[in-house]
């Protein structure tokens, strides 16, 4: 059991970069695969980014390789996703994402059990 609070969505322009945080609480982030997923204005919840319990492994869709980084700082009990180069296309609902009983969860969004409600992040052109 987690619970997870997505921060620093916004309204930027294309090439400007963020910075989402997720604080976890009611567990340590230690021991469990964390990711971030996005859903766009009429499309399903995909991946974004994952990483394992200890930040040594991660996966990124394509979309966003090279431009997105994924990390965690376990002892604040804490994930992040740094976006670089930001698209108008990245414009989505970001959301965190915990799976309790995996240490390596991969982009198998039925696998995260602890889901935040989700920042909005908006690119404009």
């Known amino acids: 059991q987690v619970q997870l609070v997505e921060s620093g969505g916004g309204l930027v322009q294309a090439g400007d970069s963020l910075r989402l945080s997720c604080a976890a609480s009611?567990?340590?982030?230690?021991?469990?695969?964390m990711g971030w997923f996005r859903q766009a204005p009429g499309k399903e919840r995909d991946v974004v980014a994952v990483?394992?319990?200890?930040?040594?492994?991660?996966y990124y869709a394509d979309s966003v390789k090279g431009r997105f980084t994924i990390s965690r700082d376990n002892a604040k009990n804490t994930a992040y996703l740094q976006m670089n180069s930001l698209k108008p296309e990245d414009t989505a609902v970001y959301y965190c994402?915990?799976?309790?009983?995996?240490?390596?969860?991969?982009?198998?969004?039925?696998?995260?059990?602890?889901w935040g409600q989700g920042t909005q992040v908006t690119v404009s052109s």
């Open positions: 994402a915990a799976s309790t009983r995996f240490g390596w969860a991969g982009k198998e969004i039925r696998l995260y059990d602890s």
């Open positions: 009611g567990r340590t982030v230690g021991s469990y695969a």
């Open positions: 990483v394992d319990w200890s930040g040594s492994s991660t």
